[in-house]
């Protein structure tokens, strides 16, 4: 049974009961229900209710209800003009709308098949809520109420039975001529003579490939929303983004995904497909009516905007949702498996810093700032065919080696990481006296202390390092570290080259710099 069918029993059970004691609650049990449901379930369902201000829970404790003005109302109105979606059946004793003295009765009951007619009619769960929002809205219509009252004593039910039917018709018209095409799905000859597939209950097919393509084949946006999740929240985003288009042109395809897969452990599908030449990915997750499409993934994974490819990473609910986003996914799932096991995961607060969409630089790269959490970070993105992807080990500082590894294993063989480096004054074991010839260079990845680096200092490399930390900040270097032989403590190394100062990039070179957009004030 769908959630419609039981928030309608369910208030109908809080209706029947309202008069029962002074303030209407009631005690709602499984035994009250003709079918198998768990309190836990009812309390779900009650909460479903409560939202839309149609049910309040009583207690903190059990399944103590009662039902509002608003539940009250839309009961009466066979579930008309609800705010979310509730199949009222059979309702009797209604206080509806009264048309003369004696047709009472029968309106009730006209206005609960009119309802039902609109439900059962062959139209997509857009049009249905359109017809009944629009006799919710004649009914209510003071003119209307006037007319009945004076001079429809002897037609009410009458009337209103042909008021609703003629409704009815129009909503049938409105989707009039349904075809079925030679792969099983469902087609609707539109008002103004195109196509779309059927919508939510009438397209429910379980193939995230097939969705994909009915998304594809639309004559319209509007065809594409009903495709969609959050089909509310969508709407005006795809109206912005379509409506600035001169014409509607159906897109050149081809399936790459030949087979279904299955979900990953956030219930998304990909979908990946050739559209007019450029490799596009789709994410679907399954309901009850079928696969829909998570549009806004979907669009910002095709986005060429670097500022939405770190917009999307930084709102993923998950570091898997975050690989849609990452250069060479495959290479880097197990890398970022490890780098994030055990982890507690949450989505950060953040804010761009940088406001203008920047210029790649020869190889394709662009960084973006960030302030993530109150720490600002730099992300580095490179110009792919298929849109802007992220740099995760450069944009993370990610290093192959843990300081906890390079501490165990003491390397004599120069290994390079990826670091945050600040001029130190610390000179100890066989660096106690080596104050006049090395500069000491305190050493972190921003999560865990490597130790204290030492660099000569008549070196080109160590007069250059000192130059960027003379200003005793943190600075992002990429640097070539090593133990002495025989070294007495863990803590203490030297800095045999450093092949990066200001940049985590590998790429990064005074030719080709990594052009950064307009960063916001701070």
């Known amino acids: 049974m769908n959630d ?22 009631f005690v709602l049990r499984p035994s009250d229900f003709s079918f198998p449901i768990t309190a836990q379930e009812i309390t779900r369902i009650g909460l479903q209710l409560q939202e839309h201000n ?35 059946t059979n309702i009797s004793n209604s206080v509806g709308v009264i048309i003369g003295n004696n047709n009472t009765q029968d309106i009730r009951n006209s206005i609960t098949e009119i309802s039902t007619a609109i439900d059962n009619a062959v139209a997509s769960e857009q049009q249905k809520a359109e017809a009944k929002n629009l006799f919710l809205q004649f009914l209510r219509h003071p003119l209307v109420v006037s007319i009945t009252e004076g001079v429809a004593q002897a037609l009410g039910a009458a009337m209103l039975v042909i008021i609703g039917f003629a ?9 009039q001529e349904i075809v079925n095409t030679k792969d099983g799905r469902r087609v609707m000859l539109n008002q103004d003579g195109t196509w779309s597939f059927l919508t939510n209950a009438t397209y429910s097919s379980q193939s995230s490939i097939d969705t994909v393509r009915a998304y594809l084949e639309s ?3 509007r065809g594409r929303l009903s495709l969609v999740l959050n089909q509310e929240k969508v709407k005006p985003l795809m109206e912005k983004r379509y409506n600035s288009l001169t014409e509607w042109k159906k897109p050149v395809y081809h399936i790459l995904t030949t087979t279904e897969t299955t979900t990953n452990e956030n219930g998304l599908v990909k979908i990946e497909a050739d559209v007019s030449g450029k490799t596009q990915a789709y994410f679907l997750r399954k309901t009850q009516d079928g696969y829909r499409i998570d549009w806004e993934m979907s669009i910002v994974v095709n986005s060429f905007s670097s500022l939405d490819t770190i917009r999307a990473y930084l ?34 607060t953040f804010q761009l810093l940088t406001t203008i969409e920047p210029t790649p630089n020869q190889e394709g790269y662009v960084k973006i700032e960030a302030d993530v959490d109150g720490k600002q970070k730099t992300y580095y993105l490179k110009k792919t065919k298929d849109g802007y992807r992220i740099d995760w080990e450069t944009s993370v500082g990610f290093n192959r080696m843990s300081a906890a590894e390079f501490h165990a294993t003491r390397p004599t063989t120069p290994v390079q990481f990826r670091v945050l480096g600040k001029l130190s004054d610390y000179y100890n074991y066989e660096f106690k006296k080596a104050k006049n010839e090395f500069w000491s260079v305190s050493i972190s990845d921003g999560e865990q202390n490597y130790g ?15 130059k960027t930390l003379k200003d005793g900040k943190k600075h992002e270097l990429i640097v070539d570290l090593v133990y002495l032989p025989n070294t007495e403590s863990a803590d203490l190394f030297l800095i045999a080259q450093v092949v990066s100062v200001d940049s985590w990039w590998l790429g990064a070179s005074d030719n080709h710099p990594i052009q950064q957009g307009a960063a916001a004030p701070r």
């Open 54 to 88: 149609l049910a309040k829970i009583c207690t903190d404790v059990g399944n103590v209800w009662r039902i509002t003005a608003s539940g009250v109302d839309i009961v009466e109105r066979g579930g008309i003009g609800s705010p979310i979606e509730v199949k009222i």
């Open 452 to 466: 204290t680096g030492y660099i000569a200092k008549n070196s080109t490399t160590g007069d250059r390092l000192f």
């Open 219 to 221: 004559d319209s946006w």
């Open 167 to 175: 409704l009815l018709f129009c909503v049938r018209t409105y989707a």
């Open 315 to 348: 709102e993923a609910e998950s570091w898997r949702e975050r690989l849609a986003f990452v250069f060479n996914p495959e290479q880097m799932k197990p890398i970022m498996e490890r780098y994030y096991e055990g982890k507690t995961w949450w989505r950060p």
């Open 4 to 25: 419609n069918e039981i928030r309608g029993f369910f208030l109908k059970k809080l209706w029947e009961h309202r008069k029962e004691n002074q303030d209407m609650r």
